[in-house]
């Protein structure tokens, strides 16, 4: 019996940005006894059925994007004979759809790291439950990723999990709801150590895979701190000291690693914070900026987030501090209208982002705006047979990019504003302009063409129903992806140890 891991998607590009994560922690957490899995991530390459065998055990992973590839992948290895499995976000909140649509065997909600072994186990003895709940585990017992098992060459930035869950609760993310408001954070010593693992395989870029790498505002401290919650100031506290531990121990790692990770705007605030992450070589973050107005920020609950010439200085702290930040906006907001495009891409010029995304509402499973998009929906209103309500079920050549019905702009009017200003953002000349933030001219050359390759990912590519666009992208993508991989690579250090630990002064404290 032989358990196959697979990473579904409609595109693949030969070389992928960033090691998906959660097949290697499912590989580390497959018994001994079952042998090392097979894993398929197919933004490389599309899975070959041929290789699953009757009896084999197939884990397939999924959020709502590529859950449609996921129960085609699901129906071909039941055919096989396979016991098939479903987990991830997606699995999660809909485990009768996984059963209906991907021939599911079992589904696995929550987190999966615990409760895989007893999942394979039971689907080699034939007495599969239909579902098993994974709940939420407490981080000392995350599984480090099977880094082993990595094909050599083919993924630029490897990925790192350093805490679970986010207390905030904004109306477009599922993230509080599957992961939890309670961070669960990992002990610094279990991340130093796969990072170690990973820089002597030769990876210098680490992606800090996490919800919001700070979990703790200022204003979190001084409100417990006001209401005279000891307990709570204690707990938040040390939440805090943890974050400036596993700082410290990043710094003492060699210089030429860079790490990125996510984060709310409220960093910005916290001078401290900035600087223990410039010392770790935290050089990036993704910011969810969302939007430049205040009702835009009030229509989904992110009132935390600041407007105008605050936004532009809490954006800049950022770079101040070494951190470059991947600005992450909205387009489709209720109250967005014209104006908000224009204003939108001049304010990510005036705030020296390094990068961008653009993207629209999309009402997606388990957030708050979904709930009640998903009651307003006429059950009749279907393309290619499928109600909107379950839009990632519909073919991918047919699946419109905008679903909510807004107040005052037509969804085209909404794409082709949006595409607008992606073409604004990454024209050559304000990407040249970028590229002063290296100084050889060999960097600048090479932050064009990682640029390009960013837009050329992710940018909406038009029309959904223009698959001769979306392939002509992606042939484009994979042509620029290969030399970029080589840019992140770096020399292995196969004898790198873990650094001794010289000081855990407690940093930080408020
Ligand atoms: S968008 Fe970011 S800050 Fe908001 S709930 Fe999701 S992870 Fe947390």
């Known amino acids: 019996m032989q358990v196959h ?6 595109v693949s590009f030969g070389v992928g940005v960033i090691t998906p994560r959660w097949l290697f922690v499912i590989a580390a957490a497959t018994p001994s006894e079952f042998g090392d899995p097979v894993i398929t991530d197919e ?13 084999d055990v197939v884990g397939i992973g999924i959020h709502t994007g590529n859950a449609l590839r ?5 129906r071909a290895a039941k055919q096989a004979g396979a016991s098939v499995v479903f987990g991830g976000i997606h699995a999660t909140l809909y485990p009768e759809e996984a059963h209906e649509l991907g021939a599911a065997t079992a589904v696995v909600k929550g987190d999966g790291d ?7 186990g039971d689907c080699s003895r034939g007495t599969a439950q239909k579902i098993y709940d994974g709940g939420r585990i407490e981080a000392r017992t995350f599984k480090p990723a099977r880094w082993d098992l990595l094909p050599e060459g083919r993924y630029m930035w490897a990925s790192v999990q350093t805490v679970r869950g986010c207390p905030k609760h904004c109306s477009f993310c599922s993230v509080w709801k599957t992961d939890g408001q309670r961070p669960r954070q990992r002990g610094a010593s279990d991340v130093i150590e796969e990072i ?18 700070y979990p703790v505002t200022l204003e979190d401290l001084r409100q417990a701190s006001r209401r005279a919650d000891k307990a709570r100031l204690e707990q938040l506290t040390a939440l805090r000291h943890e974050r400036f531990e596993l700082m410290e ?29 410039n010392r770790a070589h935290i050089k990036g973050a993704l910011v969810g900026i969302e939007s430049v107005t205040a009702d835009g920020l009030k229509d989904i609950y992110k009132g935390f987030n600041a407007t105008g010439d605050e936004l532009v200085a809490r954006l800049r702290a950022f770079r101040t501090h070494g951190v470059h930040v991947l600005g992450s906006f909205i387009f489709g907001l209720p109250s967005d209208n014209p104006t908000t495009f224009d204003a939108t891409a001049a304010l990510a010029e005036k705030a020296d982002l390094t990068f961008a995304q653009f993207v629209m509402l999309t009402p997606f499973p388990g957030t708050v705006d979904f709930a009640a998009w998903e009651k307003t929906i006429d059950p009749a209103n279907q393309i290619a047979g499928v109600p909107i309500t379950r839009h990632w079920l519909i073919p991918q050549e047919s699946r419109p990019k905008v679903y909510t019905a807004h107040p005052v702009m037509a969804a085209d009017e909404i794409r082709e504003r949006t595409q607008a200003v992606w073409d604004r953002f990454y024209s050559l000349q304000q990407i040249w302009k970028r590229s002063r ?31 001769a666009r979306v392939n002509r992208s992606a042939r484009w ?7 970029c991989r080589r840019l992140f690579s770096a020399r292995p250090m196969p004898n790198l140890q873990v650094p001794q630990i010289h000081t855990l002064a407690a940093k930080g404290s408020q």
């Open 477 to 483: 993508a994979r042509m620029i992806a290969k030399p």
């Open 437 to 467: 933030c290296v100084t050889s001219l060999k960097a600048r050359l090479a932050f064009v063409l990682i640029s390009k390759l960013y837009r050329q990912m992710y940018a909406n590519t038009g029309i959904a129903t223009d698959s």
């Open 249 to 277: 121990r990043l710094a003492e790692l060699p210089k030429d690693l860079v790490f990125f990770t996510q984060i709310t705007m409220e960093a910005s605030e916290d001078p401290e914070f900035l600087a223990a992450m």
């Open 70 to 74: 996921g129960y085609e992948i699901g």
């Open 114 to 120: 615990a409760i895989w072994g007893q999942v394979i």
């Open 43 to 55: 933004t490389l390459e599309l899975l070959d059925v041929s290789t699953i065998k009757p009896g």
């Open 5 to 10: 891991l697979v990473n579904p998607s409609h």
């Open 196 to 213: 170690v693992e990973l820089r002597r395989k030769g990876f210098r870029f680490i992606a800090l895979a996490d919800d919001n790498f």
